[in-house]
T-cell receptor, first 111, second 113 residues
């Protein structure tokens, strides 16, 4: 089955800095890669996703890049704000409508 | 439009007791999922369903059973709870329009003593 590795497990940045979270996957058949944000005590919510026929996708301050050859994808957050503090999960889907999640990255943005 | 609703929100069980967690969605999604979330382990898929009357095993199915008798509901059962099943359980639904975007419920925090 699919295996998703996520790094780092924790990331501390100053407000205004950029943050990058990286994930690798094992199944070359995976074709859908979402990112979820989970605030403390809340449910995971989709913030951005990318499909295997696209190399990069942006939505305001967040962007995701995908390297299919190397089997890795990354989340980039620019101009971080305290409200960006949360746990971020990457996931990969081999097309079966199931998702395999990484173990999460706790992002702390200090004012 | 409530989205995905889970009941109960909290529950404490003694070892060996049974219980059922209910998930309901009002988005007419074909797919429904049950995950457990443990510290440092991410979200792990327990069971899922691709339509009414169907169920399939996920990554960590042992000790759990599920049923999908109606399209909008997905039940997760614990027949004989164990302390190792202490966790936060999330239900999700998706699959609308051929997209595998998943929408999560608010979660159920279960403690097994």
């Amino acid at each position: 089955g699919e295996n998703v590795e996520q790094h780092p497990s924790t990331l501390s940045v100053q407000e205004g800095d950029s943050a990058v979270i990286k994930c690798t996957y094992s199944d070359s058949a995976s074709n859908y890669f979402p990112w979820y944000k989970q605030e403390l005590g809340k449910r995971p919510q989709l913030i951005i996703d990318i499909r295997s026929n696209v190399g990069e996708k942006k939505d305001q301050r967040i962007a995701v890049t995908l390297n299919k050859t190397a089997k890795h994808f990354s989340l980039h957050i620019t101009e971080t704000q305290p409200e960006d503090s949360a746990v971020y999960f990457c996931a990969a889907s081999p097309g079966s409508f199931t998702l395999t999640f990484g173990k999460g990255t706790m992002l702390l943005v200090s004012p | 439009n409530a989205g995905v609703t889970q009941t109960p929100k909290f529950r404490v069980l003694k070892t060996g007791q049974s219980m059922t967690l209910l998930c309901a969605q009002d988005m007419n999604h074909e797919y429904m999922y049950w995950y457990r979330q443990d510290p440092g382990m991410g979200l792990r898929l327990i069971h899922y369903s691709v339509g009414e009357g169907t169920t399939a095993k996920g990554e960590v199915p042992d000790g759990y059973n599920v049923s999908r008798l109606k399209k909008q509901n997905f039940l997760l059962g614990l027949e004989s709870a164990a302390p190792s099943q202490t966790s936060v359980y999330f239900c999700a639904s998706g699959g609308q329009g051929g997209k595998n975007i998943q929408y999560f419920g608010a979660g159920t925090r279960l403690s097994v003593l």
